[in-house]
């Protein structure tokens, strides 16, 4: 017997209604299949496993990429009263791990990451346990992170081997062709059925500017410009940490904005803060790096702003797509010159110098040439790409065309981006094409090539007449908005 989903729907949530892809994952895991949904940003993806868990007994495994983002969806769990969920990661020491472990059938959700996921101890707890579903959260992160950054991601496969094949949901919301293909080989047995379920990636509420500064043009002064005008609150991404504390400062130097930086050389403590005082309404701008963002649900996020360029199509739409889960009116913001388009070819040519040791390096790894000791010394990126290869390669012939293919595709995405600076056409037609789409129905702020009089736009007019500072809340806890952050912190690892 199937299940009446919209009941469930409004019992758990009050909603009468789905979004878009939320109905058609449920109903295939109903069947017993596995899943693939690329869902927008915003799209509720995290809805599908917390309703879909009331449906099955068992524990729900998330696997999920950062920490502040196994938090804040543990944090999520407990505001609706869906469940209770444990997040199993480094803040916790070896005996509270033990101690989560144990108890593991007192939760309904476990969060943790693909590190932790393939500790020996880790997997023998869970084969003890009946795993109703797995979960793999942002999964684009196989592709995109697998090779030579995270490599464990490629190994979720094993995982899934070792607990006996669970039904699983892997959740993205960007993933064109190739990244679907690498998902599917790295998660699913080959010719395992998969039902895909995909919606478009489209956000027409978010207009798409890009704003090119003049020859002897200040940047900083740029960024200040528009940060002064600008409905709040807002990001700013920057690449390089040293350069993101510098525009944070000078803001706070120069400005009356409420800002803060978010990067991995800031403490735990510290971006947990950081995260709750942006999701409390008590900040207007937050300057990061990507990591920031991933999956917090804070709805209102009028603007992103791109300081600096990622180096792929994947995560600018990422990022971008932070902006406006609410569904009004919002805005992404580039600003870009030829010092952009320079720091892009840096990235090029790194790649390219990059490919002879790496070939002389994975040539002695299949020679059992290469010490432990001597990969340490390498760039971690380096060391990640060895673990990659070491793991999945036999030959050295068949690693080497492999990273021949993924520089090519590494070299592909930064050549994209350069595209996309110099596109004079429409950037949102430009952008769908990355992700294998086209625009259906255009909105009537779209974006500044197809728009070059958005400023006498009255719905650009009314986006810019919001308040240009965020207002803080009394919290709906207690009413009192001045609570200590020690206590918040405390609140948040509870």
Not at 423 to 430: A, E, H, L
Request: proline content about 3%.
């Amino acid at each position: 017997m199937m299940t009446d989903w919209h009941k469930r729907l409004e019992e758990m949530t009050g909603y009468k209604a789905f979004k878009p892809g939320q109905l058609a994952s449920l109903e295939a895991l109903d069947r017993q299949e596995n899943v693939v949904a690329i869902l927008p940003t915003g799209g509720g993806k995290s809805l599908i496993y917390q309703i879909n868990q009331y449906n099955e007994p068992g524990v729900t495994l998330i696997i999920s990429p950062l920490i502040s983002l196994m938090q804040d969806q543990v944090s999520q769990l407990q505001r609706m009263g869906l469940g209770r969920g444990i997040a199993l990661n480094s803040t916790y020491d070896r005996g509270e791990q033990a101690y989560i472990l144990s108890h593991l059938s007192d939760y309904q959700f476990l969060f943790l990451s693909p590190e932790m996921l393939l500790k020996d101890h880790v997997i023998r707890a869970l084969q003890r346990m009946d795993i109703q579903l797995l979960v793999v959260d942002e999964a684009h992160c196989i592709s995109q992170w697998g090779y030579d950054f995270r490599p464990q991601y490629t190994e979720l496969k094993k995982v899934r081997q070792l607990l006996k094949q669970p039904k699983t949901l892997a959740l993205s919301a960007t993933a064109n062709q190739s990244t679907l293909a690498d998902i599917k080989a790295y998660l699913f047995e080959e010719g395992e059925p998969i039902q895909l379920v995909k919606e478009s990636v489209d956000r027409p509420n978010i207009f798409y500017l890009f704003d090119e500064i003049d020859t002897g043009e200040v940047r900083v002064n740029k960024l200040q410009d528009w940060l002064d005008r600008l409905p709040k609150p807002g990001i700013v991404y920057v690449h390089h940490k040293s350069e993101l504390e510098e525009l944070n400062q000078w803001m706070k130097d120069h400005t009356d904005l409420r800002v803060a930086s978010y990067h991995g050389d800031r403490s735990l403590e510290d971006r947990h803060i950081i995260q709750s005082q942006f999701l409390q309404n008590e900040l207007d701008v937050v300057f990061a790096t990507s990591a920031f963002g991933m999956g917090i649900n804070h709805g209102h996020i009028r603007f992103v702003l791109h300081y600096h360029l990622p180096k792929n199509m994947a995560d600018f739409i990422q990022e971008v797509g932070r902006a406006g889960r609410d569904q009004e009116q919002s805005v992404s913001i580039v600003l870009y010159d030829n010092r952009e388009a320079a720091r892009l070819q840096q990235m090029r040519r790194l790649l390219e110098d990059e490919a002879d040791l790496l070939d002389d390096l994975l040539e002695r790894l299949f020679k059992q040439a290469l010490t432990q000791s001597e990969v340490d010394q390498y760039a971690d990126s380096v060391s990640a790409m060895l673990y990659f290869y070491r793991h999945h390669f036999t030959d050295y012939q068949t690693a080497k065309v492999h990273a021949q293919k993924l520089r090519q595709e590494r070299l592909r995405q930064i050549y994209q981006m350069l595209d996309l600076m110099a596109n004079d056409q429409c950037y949102r037609t430009f952008l769908l094409d990355q992700a294998d789409e086209q625009v259906v129905d255009r909105p009537d702020l779209c974006c500044s090539n197809c728009q070059p009089d958005y400023a006498s736009r009255p719905i650009w007019q009314d986006l810019m007449a919001l308040p240009n500072r965020v207002k803080v809340e009394k919290d709906e806890h207690d009413g009192d908005f001045k609570e200590m952050w020690t206590q918040r912190l405390q609140h948040l690892l509870s």
